[in-house]
């Protein structure tokens, strides 16, 4: 492929090829219309709707069993709906079976056929579709250079390693020119470092090809670092669908809130729009309750720590703080993170700068303060 | 000047070199022993069988002529039907019965195991029972209720000695189960299935392109245990009147004990190096091509 630019993404990374020579999807409009499946009494999809517009990346988030990789499995065809409807561009394709559904999958497994070689795996959907062995060859060659495995087309799975084997594994799935990519989870297998190299090629992949992309994940820092929207799920359904910045900004309720990022559920008493929460007002996001005994879900981030030598534990009736006692801290790079229990035993987390955590001494008394960033309000456990 | 003192030895070490020899020696010879005891128990009936396909039992004369006979046992079939032609009938129905015991239980076991894995894992335990009950039935007591299913098969098909395929591949069924399953519990049978159905193959090719090369060996298993049981069968082929090799060998054994002999010696080999055949056919060329990882 000499037409296509070749770069290197880093240390111990293999040379990647652009979408240059490979032909650009046009994305599809997916829709799933209140899809139903149960698995015995357990509900994995319970009225779910989902619409993915053409080369959007959708994730699909949530904890295990909440149903995210039984919706991508239903999409695909491998699991049949109880009921509902799945349209691909307005085409009801619920009853068409998954040979002919035209989806390029990535499983979470390990699934390149250990008999063939990385091109014949890459050649293997070609060879369904009819294309002659030159072609087949080229197109193949093109896909493997585009996730940077030309030098590796010869291998068996077994010679590679996980990384390269998913990244031949999207290659194939890539290669059949699919209407939709599906990544069930595609990265979990994988250590550290690989998984962040592989998330970000994918979505370069994805970007420059514009597919229509269903990506299902239990990781909510790989769902926010790729996905153009994601969908939160728990008990079957889409809690909430929104931009990364929105979901964590503004989540609808309580089970988002706590499932993407961190946060503390304070007791406050909201009236007006806000809420005060250790004697101080915090501005309430909208859907929280207006008035009356709430629970605030408030971010680690809005917390600030003021170490002050005059700190006594208990409310500062000047400034309105709290102080309380460092039980904890830890280090995490640029940023960190400090324990700090109340009189009243509530654990309150606050993250800050790396260096202000490294003067925190466990035992230490600091203020507590809340920035004035609009939190969720859910009511009170047992209300 | 400058003085060493020496570490003190390791633990291991310090054990006599003379000592860790002598213990190697003996284990050498120990496996040494258990090893021709092996090949004795194995290798005395085989050359006692070749000592007297090749020396006359009365005359004490060498002769090869019990060799020459089975070599050209299709001509002497026409001159003598008597002794060489039941043998040489035996040995072809054989033939056939081995082809096509095979055949059906690749057909009908292969697809079954795959589908009960992918589709219907709770049947797993029921279709391991059936196949492996079989194995708990005396082919004694298996012929007395074999005995009224073949007058229909009989009555429907013919009495051919080849419809025995379909009692064969039952005997088979407990073996080729094992070698099979362990085959395709060795791979990740339901992520391949269903990524080539999403790159657009269908049932056909999955079993055919995916899952049949990956258990390959199992297959292979399976077929040389099933030419093993189908060679050497003799009670149901008795009881049932059908003739096959080992009844040919039976009956020839009563007028020419050297030929019986011989030709279940040549059985034997046949068998082997059909087997080694079979194994050449089975070895994965990727092994020796994919070791430079």
């Known amino acids: ?383 | 000047m400058t003085t060493s003192v020496a570490a003190p030895p390791p633990r291991d070490a310090a054990r006599p070199q003379q000592l860790r020899r002598t213990m190697r020696r003996k284990q050498t010879t120990i496996r040494w022993i258990v090893i021709a005891v092996i090949m004795a128990f194995f290798l005395i009936p085989l050359l006692s069988m070749l000592y007297f396909s090749l020396r006359f039992p009365l005359s004490g004369k060498w002769t090869g002529q019990a060799w020459s006979n089975v070599i050209h046992m299709g001509s002497l079939a026409a001159s003598d039907p008597a002794d060489y032609g039941q043998l040489w009938t035996g040995l072809k129905n054989s033939a056939v019965l081995v082809v096509l015991t095979v055949v059906i239980m690749v057909v009908l076991l292969v697809p079954t195991m795959t589908w009960v894995r992918l589709r219907v894992k709770w049947l797993s335990r029921t279709v391991e029972f059936i196949c492996l009950l079989p194995l708990t039935i005396p082919a004694i007591v298996l012929v007395v209720g074999l005995g009224p299913v073949y007058r229909i098969v009989s009555n429907v098909l013919s009495t051919n000695t080849i419809w025995l395929c379909f009692v064969y591949v039952v005997l088979v069924l407990p073996f080729a189960y094992r070698a099979l399953d362990a085959g395709l519990a060795a791979i990740d049978l339901t992520t391949l299935s269903e990524a080539a159905r999403s790159l657009g193959a269908h049932w056909f090719r999955v079993m055919w392109q995916i899952v049949l090369p990956n258990i390959r060996s199992a297959v292979v298993s399976a077929c040389f245990i099933s030419v093993a049981l189908v060679l050497g069968e003799f009670t149901i082929a008795q009881l049932l009147a059908r003739d096959n090799l080992q009844t040919g060998i039976f009956l020839v054994s009563q007028s020419d004990g050297q030929l019986a002999v011989t030709m279940s010696l040549a059985a034997l080999i046949l068998a082997f190096v059909l087997l080694m055949v079979l194994s050449l056919f089975s070895g994965d060329g990727r092994r020796t091509k994919g070791a430079s990882t």
């Open chain 1, 1 to 383: 492929m000499s037409a296509a630019r070749m770069e290197t993404a880093g240390a111990g990374t293999a040379a990647i090829g652009t979408v240059a020579s490979v032909a650009p999807a046009h994305g599809v409009l997916v829709e799933l219309r209140d899809l139903r499946r149960s698995f015995g009494t357990v509900r994995a999809l319970d009225g779910m709707d989902l619409t993915i517009n053409p080369g959007e990346l959708v994730v699909l988030l949530g904890p295990s069993g909440c149903g995210k990789t039984t919706a991508l499995r239903v999409l695909a065809g491998l699991e049949d709906a109880d009921s509902g409807r799945i349209t691909v561009d307005g085409r009801d394709i619920s009853s068409v079976p998954t040979s002919k559904r035209d989806m390029g999958m990535v499983f979470q497994a390990y699934s390149l056929f250990p008999h063939m070689t990385a091109l014949q795996n890459v050649e293997f959907g070609l060879t369904l579709r009819g294309k002659g062995s030159a072609e087949r060859r080229r197109i193949a060659g093109n896909y493997l250079e585009l996730v940077g495995l030309s030098e590796q087309a010869g291998r068996y799975a077994r010679q590679l390693s996980g990384g390269q084997q998913q990244r031949v594994a999207l290659a194939r799935a890539l290669a059949i020119e699919p209407k939709v990519l599906l990544l069930d989870e595609p990265l979990s297998a994988l250590d550290a470092k690989v998984r962040v190299q592989l998330r970000d090629e994918i979505r370069r992949i994805q970007l420059e090809l514009g597919i229509t992309t269903l990506f299902v994940t239990h990781d909510q820092e790989e769902a926010l670092a790729v996905a153009d929207r994601v969908g939160v799920m728990w008990e079957g359904r889409i809690q909430q669908i929104a931009s990364p910045a929105e979901l964590y900004t503004a989540p609808v309720n309580k089970f988002v809130a706590e499932f993407v990022g961190l946060s503390n559920p304070l007791p406050g008493t909201a009236s007006e729009g806000a809420a005060t929460v250790l004697g101080q007002r915090v501005p309430l996001l909208p859907g929280s309750p207006q008035s009356g005994s709430v629970t605030v879900l408030v971010r680690p981030e809005a917390v600030t720590l003021v170490p002050g030598p005059d700190s006594a534990v208990g409310t500062d009736a000047r400034s309105g703080s709290v102080a309380g006692t460092i039980v904890g801290t830890s280090f995490l790079g640029a940023t960190g993170r400090a324990q700090v229990r109340l009189t009243d035993g509530t654990l309150i987390i606050a993250q800050i700068a790396s260096a202000e955590v490294a003067v925190l001494r466990v035992g230490e008394t600091v203020d507590i303060r809340l920035e004035q960033v609009p939190a969720l309000a859910v009511a009170p456990r047992g209300a």
